[in-house]
């Protein structure tokens, strides 16, 4: 489904086709965290010449998953292209409160309700939903955090992504502002079983220069052929 088309050092051109739709990469991804683009049609969206949208999977759980895992979610959207769904672990922290434990993270519904959303269900949920392709869940720190912090973030990341395989999915990687941490956890997902892998965790805090250098350190161990996604980042 990944095919590489053009190479020059180590940056690459590519082609991902799913379900009948082809998405030429490097691509920037808009973010439709509610299932839209703001201020914008679908359609305006697509005359852009974007082929790909990321969705914020926990806030459609949380508000309409009814609705969307019935119609499916390129119906529900009215979209054309291609679609990704993130867990929406962190985004889920920084908006409602949540507590994140081995076993998941832990939110009230708007009912009052609590749920625990474990690797396993975010991946249930986002296969219900219809997306082209789903994030594994993963624990993201807020910055600023402490080296402890961290680590620990690290190794439930790790573990998680063993629970969260598949072909269609992206395994994400953690670490923080430590270019050790990005390369261990990078070393132990490489050989899982995934479509792709996503850098995770920068831009939320840190200087630009920390963020370019931790996205180098990330990718050191990454299969080359495998496609990689840079979470987050509006402006490179």
């Known amino acids: ?17 799913i379900n009948g739709r082809t998405l030429e990469t490097p691509a920037f991804l808009p973010v439709a965290t509610k299932g839209c683009v ?6 305006e969206v697509y005359s852009t010449g974007c082929r790909a949208l990321i969705v914020n ?8 998953f009814e609705e969307a895992s019935a119609a499916g979610l390129h119906a529900f959207m009215g979209w054309e292209g ?5 867990s929406g672990g962190f985004q889920s922290i920084k908006k409602f ?4 434990t081995d076993e ?7 009912d ?3 749920e625990v959303f474990t690797p396993e269900k975010s991946i249930e949920i986002q296969e219900k939903l219809g997306s082209d392709f789903i994030f594994a869940l993963d624990d993201c720190p807020s910055y600023p955090y402490t080296r402890e912090r961290v680590e620990e973030s690290v190794a439930r990341t790790i573990r ?6 598949g072909e269609r999915h992206f395994a994400i990687l953690q670490g923080g502002t430590y270019e050790d941490l990005r390369l261990y956890c990078s070393r132990a997902i490489a050989h899982l079983d995934f479509f792709g892998f996503a850098i995770g965790g920068l831009c939320i805090g840190e200087p630009k220069e920390e963020m370019h250098k931790m996205a180098e350190a990330s990718i050191g161990a990454l299969p080359p052929e495998k496609p990689r996604h840079l979470m987050g980042v509006g402006s490179p």
Not at 82 to 86: A, R, V
Not at 104 to 110: L, N
């Open 97 to 100: 409160p949540a507590e994140v």
């Open 160 to 165: 998680w992504a063993y629970r969260c395989q």
């Open 1 to 17: 489904m990944f095919e590489i088309v053009a190479e020059r050092g180590r940056a690459r051109a590519g082609r991902i086709t």
């Open 82 to 86: 291609l679609i990704f769904t993130d």
């Open 38 to 43: 703001k201020t914008l049609t679908p359609e």
């Open 104 to 110: 998941g993270v832990i939110f009230r519904m708007p």
């Open 57 to 64: 999977a926990l806030h459609l759980y949380r508000r309409v």
């Open 112 to 114: 009052g309700k609590e």
